[in-house]
């Protein structure tokens, strides 16, 4: 079954039915919340808010590990993560989604691997593409089908947070060739590499990044944050019945 990470902005998937509140407990300690099994018309999937249920845990305090672990416990095997994201450059940028190509981790200090002497074995994944490349062509099939449009060639910096950027890091960032800037796709994508899940990430743009603008980053993001929502809306529609 498909398992759909939530992020900002998607704490609930609306319209939908919760038909099973799973509470998992995991040998890495608690996920984010219970998982939340969702019927939608064509068909399900499990869905777990990353930052709780109350949106409380902030991007380094969030246990991957466990998050991970409990979608596999759950026997998904395709994990689709949505993650709000800050446009580097001028495209992508407010209101568009993106289906992340590559990655740079620019965080620090989180537990990132299974393989740390408890349970997990020494495992040293390879992580070009960080992506599943199959699963991402199936996503943005999808997207294709049901009329929204992805940018399918964005680089993804994502950083310690919570706070936001500098201008001085987002013009490094730039530099290293990223497009795009978050806070949570690392340790994720490389833990659900290790677990064996078919992972890819649909950004939705909602501000530009610090330094590129003038303007509240705050107002960017109540702005576009809604629209960027019902796009990926229509996308998990059109993925849980594919
Ligand atoms: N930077 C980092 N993470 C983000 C941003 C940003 O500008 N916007 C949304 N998540």
Redesign the pocket.
Known sequence: MLGVIGG?GLNQVEGVEIIETRSLSTPWGQPSAPAQRLRWAQGECWFLPRHGEGHTLA?HRINYRANIHALRLLGVRRVLAV?????IAPSPGPGDLALVEDLIDYTWGRAHSFADGLAGPLQHIEFAPPFDPAWRAQVADCATRCGVPLVTDAVLGV?Q?PR??TAAE?RRLAKDGCTL???TTMPEAALAKEAGLSYATLAV??????GTTDGS?HAA?EASLGAGMAQVHRVLEALVGA
């Open positions: 900002t991007p993650a709000a994201v800050g446009g950083t947070g936001l950027e987002i800037v978050g806070m743009v909602v501000n530009p990044a610090a980053i993001i």
